[in-house]
């Protein structure tokens, strides 16, 4: 059993991401859920926790418990560590270094722990250079990506931008974990 940590973002797409928890608990991975504000307008943490039996986390500073800073030891356990759907708006964070939500505060400190990102957006936004550049910086410091697909997006575009199939995402994650 892995610890897996599962970072959703603010899209359309985030309900594929319950598809992902429910089936890594399935597969007999403890799955640690956070979850961006934006990401609770699509989907609520209730979902997560139902699925994963353990708790949602939402806010970096929800909960004090002295003998353990949350962000430090879930970054510490983890074995991977995934974002799907990604936005635009996380993947700068991460390629900018910015830590300002439990999302973001968690992977700066994940250290050599395998990273996957799924990005899920407008085709225009995920052609934008400044979000090719992002990807590109993030990949050269070892994150990996599953690239989405093409497809009728949400907002009736056709193009690349629709979040990558649940099961290439969950192959693509078991290669990064060696199982």
Not at 13 to 22: G, R, S, V
Not at 75 to 94: D, F, R, W, Y
Not at 144 to 157: I, K, N, S, T
């Amino acid at each position: 059993m892995s610890d897996i940590i599962l970072g959703v973002t603010g899209s359309i797409a985030a309900y594929k991401a319950a598809e992902l928890a429910n089936r890594f608990t399935k597969d007999g991975h403890a799955v640690h859920v956070i979850m961006t504000r934006s990401a609770r307008e699509f989907i609520t943490p209730i979902t997560f926790q139902t699925l994963t039996k353990r708790k949602v986390y939402t806010e970096q500073f929800d909960e004090l418990v002295y003998e353990d800073v949350r962000h430090i030891s879930l970054a510490q356990s983890a074995e991977l560590a995934i974002i799907a759907p990604a936005t635009a708006n996380i993947i700068g964070k991460l390629a900018s270094g910015i830590a300002d939500d439990m999302l973001t505060t968690v992977f700066t400190a994940l250290g050599d722990t395998p990273k996957l990102i799924a990005p899920a957006m407008n085709t225009a936004m995920y052609e934008n250079p400044i979000v090719q550049d992002n990807i590109a910086k993030l990949a050269r410091y070892g994150y990996a990506f599953v690239e989405p697909r093409e497809a009728r997006l949400a907002c009736g575009d056709l193009g690349r931008g629709a979040l990558a199939d649940v099961e290439t995402i969950i192959v693509r994650a078991y290669a990064l974990l060696g199982v």
